[in-house]
């Protein structure tokens, strides 16, 4: 089955800095790729999703890349805010809404 | 509209007993997800429902644990005879389903403690 293995564990960068963590999976099949925040006791909440037909998605200060060849994707977040602190999780799925993989998470501190 | 509802939202619960989570999913959403998060990890996938049925229950890690979606609607995990080691949050997702993957919507959770 897929294998999805994240990195860094955890991350601290000074406010206005960039953050970018790493994922890489492990069945080709895979063709669904969401990044997901979860603050605190809350529940996770998608931030950007990127599908295998494109190699680069951005959406304001976030943005995701996927290398389909090197089974590997990056979410890369600019200009960090405090608020951006949280836990990230990397996922993966096959076609069709099956279920997702996810990384083990990267816990994301800002440092105003 | 209303999101993904789970109940209850803490459930503590002795040593062997029997225990039901329910999940309220987004309304129309065909594709139903449980998963288990632990302390410091990502949400562990149990058991996938696309309508009525259980189109992949292969995380289920134990015959202990059932899942039901008798209406294609709302949904219930059963967990028999706990144990400690069941301690976790319950995730529940939703999401329209179909044949181009669409955002999965979370629960709050249920945390449970097994003591």
């Known amino acids: 089955g897929e294998n999805v293995e994240q990195h860094p564990s955890t991350l601290s960068v000074q406010e206005g800095d960039s953050a970018v963590i790493k994922c890489t999976y492990s069945d080709s099949a895979s063709n669904y790729f969401p990044w997901y925040k979860q603050e605190l006791g809350k529940r996770p909440q998608l931030i950007i999703d990127?599908?295998?037909?494109?190699g680069e998605k951005k959406d304001q200060r976030i943005a995701v890349t996927l290398n389909k060849t090197a089974k590997h994707f990056s979410l890369h977040i600019t200009e960090t805010q405090p608020e951006d602190s949280a836990v990230y999780f990397c996922?993966?799925?096959?076609?069709?809404?099956?279920?997702?993989?996810f990384g083990k998470g990267t816990r994301l501190s800002v440092i105003a | 509209g209303a999101g993904v509802s789970q109940t209850p939202s803490n459930k503590v619960t002795e040593k062997g007993k029997y225990v039901e989570l329910r999940c309220d999913p987004i309304?129309?959403?065909?594709?139903l997800y449980w998963y288990r998060q632990s302390l410091g990890q990502g949400p562990e996938f149990l058991i996938y429902?696309?309508?009525?049925?259980?189109?992949?229950d292969s995380g289920l890690p134990n015959d202990r644990f059932f899942a039901v979606r008798p209406e294609g609607s709302v949904s219930t995990l059963k967990i028999q005879r706990t144990e400690r080691g069941d301690s976790a949050v319950y995730l529940c997702?939703?999401?329209?389903?179909?044949?181009?993957?669409?955002?999965?919507?979370f629960g709050q959770g249920t945390r449970l403690t097994v003591v």
């Open positions: 990127i599908r295998s037909n494109v």
């Open positions: 309304s129309g959403h065909t594709a």
């Open positions: 997702a939703s999401s329209l389903g179909g044949t181009v993957n669409t955002e999965a919507f």
């Open positions: 996922a993966a799925s096959h076609p069709g809404n099956t279920p997702l993989v």
């Open positions: 429902f696309q309508g009525t049925g259980a189109a992949d």
